[in-house]
Every structure is written in C-alpha cells, then in structure tokens.
C-alpha cells in the first residue's frame, strides 16, 4: 500500500491537498481553541498549521482570515490500474474496448467515492468545531452583559468549544489530575501509542487513533501504564472503562448527549477517578452540555480577582457547594452558552497567551511615545528669540535626546 503523504502538508506547497470551509477568525481561532486545554491531540507542525487525530483520522488545518483550510491523510489503497496497450499489441479490439469502458467506470466510481468522502470530512470537521454555533453574537451578548468579558474578548477571539468524542474526552481528562498541559499532552500521547491503532506517520512522527473502551479496559492496562509514568491515574483510567463496560455498554458515553446536564454529570461522577470538574470538562467538551462551568482553583481565582467573587465562610478548598455556588453565579451573569464563556477567560488566563494580551498595550504605549518623541523634536527645532522671532534648530541626534521609554515585554513561558 502506498503513502499519499509521508510530510506533514503546507499550504503554500500542497495547495491541491486542501479543502476550504469559508470561516472568519472572528468565529474560530486555531491557535487558542486548539492549544488551551480541551483537546491534547493537536500539535502546531509548521507555523499556523495544526496537526492532529479526529474521528479516526489524521488532519492538519490552518487558516487565512476568512477561511479554513483542512488537509486530510488516506493511505492510497484505491489505486486504478491502466494496463491498456497503445494498438492492438495482441489484443483484441473487443477486449480493448471492454477494458477502456471498465477504467472508465472504475475512474467515475473512485471521484464519486471522492467526492462522498469530503463531503463527509467536512460534516465532520463542521460538527467537531461546533461551526453551526453563532460565536460573534455569544460574544456580544456576553459582552452586553459583563464589562469585564468585553475587555478580554476584544483580543481573544474566536475561542471555541470543540465537540470532542466522548471516551476520548472522559479518559484525557482523568489525566489532568494535578497536572499541567504539556504533560497531559505527553501522557494522552503515550495512551495511545501503547493501546490505539496506527494511523499514519508523518514526517517521523506516528499518529495513534484514540483506544477502544475495550482496549482500555483489558487486565493489563493499569501496569502498562503504570510504567509509562501514569502514576495512580493508571487504576482509574481502566477501572472506569471496566465500569462503564459492565455496568452500562459500548454506547453509554455518547448517550448521555441525550440526557440533562445534572444527571450526565452525576453519572460520570460515579466512575472512579472523576471528580465534579472532570464530569463538568467532560459535559461541556463533548455531551453537549453548553451550560456546564468546570471550576477549578483557576477559575475560582478568577472569580475572586476579576468579578470580587466573595464566597460566606470561604473555604480552603473548592467543595461542591461552592462549585455549584461558582457555576450558578456565571450561568446567571452569561446565560446557557456560560461554558463557552468561561472558555474564553480561561484561555485568556493562561501563561502561554499573556502576550497577547499585554500587544494592545504595548502597541498604545510606543504610538503615544512615538508622538510624544515627535512634539518634542519639533519644539526643539524651534528657538525663540527677544525680538520675538523664530528661528530653526538643527534637530539632535537619536543618541542625544533624554527621556527615552524603554518597554519590556513580560517572559511568556
């Protein structure tokens, strides 16, 4: 079988590998929806080009400002064999004619298999980024009703909520368990190096579909993963697929879509490892529930720093009252999409991203400088005189004028 692909593809030198959706960064942008935590399978493989796993196949996207272009890998295992010889060379001219008419077949049978195909690749990526979902109206309406989001959502826009898989989404999360990004990447990556599906390699790097719930449920998952470095977290990762196997079936997960926010999260509360804001990361990023509001010491730090959030008799630690107390407050102030909401100042929040946020400023501080820098040099070249005359100055030199500004961007680790 023979590789269509063995680089990770580039718009500007594989153009005719790409397929456009017409999006507007102001409805979705790829380096903060993709690197702020929701999904850990993505990673940027050339500057603006984000390569990952999706529904059982690898994809790189990247964007220009009102389009999403995607790029999808397929082994070549379709191939359509022309062994047609020019004149008779030996055959006949029935058989040659009955030849010509089966390539030709099999030719308009494979565009048509084409052409199904990206139609069904776009379906895919439409629903995984929720692109039927207005973001520019959520925006103004949450800006409407909170100052402080309208601040934040002028630099951080098109932050969206992805609509993961299910057991995908469930099984990343009890990873995040005391810890960070960067290793969560790396611990969902190994997960499926050691128990998903090869599904292509670029570039020296292999790509792993997500493991069944079947695959992660097997006996001998927890010391597998155990030496791969997962810590406790190995026990529950297979009790909870065990669980959900015994107790509920294949398509439990994908089912409770279908159910209230509070039943769908006490459900994923009951499996081991699943805490009240894993169940909460899980509704929200893959069951449809809009209105979910994860709070971790992260947003409840937010909640205190941002909106003066004062919880009675303020606990030590985030207990079930207060995240419940915490969500209402939000789902109040933001209304059903308070999930998404949230997203935003979370991303907004992150060490990785204060650059962006610190540009505006900076931006306004060298302009005002610059102005200042030119009023001051142009009263320079004037010296009036007794006889109230004026007349020019030579204007000093770049080294000679004092009251230079000196701006330093903050480190961004």
């Known amino acids: 079988m ?27 942008r790829l380096d903060l929806t993709l690197a702020c935590g929701q999904s850990f399978r993505w990673r940027e493989t050339a500057v603006g080009h984000w390569t990952g796993v999706m529904g059982g196949k690898v994809w790189t ?8 272009w995607y790029c999808v890998y397929k082994p070549n295992d379709r191939q359509v064999h022309r062994d047609v010889k020019a004149g008779n060379g030996g055959v006949s001219l029935n058989e040659k004619n009955e030849s010509q008419v089966k390539c030709k077949a099999a030719a308009k049978e494979e565009v048509a298999t084409a052409n199904l195909q990206h139609d069904e690749d776009e379906a895919m990526l439409r629903d995984y980024f929720q692109l039927s979902v207005n973001l520019r109206r959520l925006y103004r309406k949450w800006g409407a ?8 959502a002028d630099i951080f826009t098109g932050v969206r909520m992805l609509r993961q898989d299910p057991t995908e989404c469930l099984f990343s999360f009890i990873c995040t368990s005391n810890n960070h990004i960067s290793r969560i990447q790396g611990m969902v990556e190994r997960l499926c190096e050691a128990r998903g599906d090869l599904l292509y390699q670029l570039d020296q790097t292999s790509y792993y579909d997500f493991p069944s719930l079947s695959a992660l449920a097997d006996d001998t998952v927890e010391a597998c993963l155990r030496e791969l470095g997962f810590g406790y977290r190995a026990r529950f990762l297979q009790q909870s697929a065990k669980q959900i196997l015994d107790n509920h079936g294949h398509k439990w997960l994908e089912g409770l879509r279908s159910v209230p926010y509070v039943e769908a999260r006490d459900a994923l509360r009951a499996l081991p490892g699943v805490g009240t804001k894993v169940a909460d990361c899980v509704c929200l990023m893959s069951l449809d529930k809009a209105d979910a509001v994860p709070i971790d010491t992260h947003v409840w730090q937010i909640a205190k720093r941002d909106y003066k959030y004062a919880a009675a008799n303020e606990p030590k630690s985030i207990t079930e009252k207060l995240h419940k107390d915490i969500g209402d407050f939000f789902r109040n102030l933001w209304g059903p999409y308070a999930g998404w909401a949230q997203s935003v100042l979370f991303c907004a929040d992150l060490k990785k991203f204060q650059k962006l946020k610190e540009t505006p400023h900076l931006k306004r501080a060298k302009e005002e400088s610059d102005n200042e820098s030119t009023l001051t040099g142009k009263r320079a070249n004037i010296k009036t005189v007794k006889n109230g005359t004026v007349k020019n100055r030579k204007p ?7 009251g230079t500004v000196s701006l330093k961007e903050e480190q961004v680790v």
């Open 2 to 28: 023979r590789k269509v692909m063995a680089t990770h593809a580039v718009l500007s030198s594989t153009a005719n590998a790409w397929r456009a959706l017409s999006c507007e960064k102001s409805e979705l």
């Open 61 to 68: 996207v990247t964007q220009t400002e009102d389009t999403l």
């Open 145 to 152: 009703a909170d100052p402080h989001f309208q601040k934040i």
């Open 396 to 402: 000093k030199s770049a080294c000679q004028q004092k």
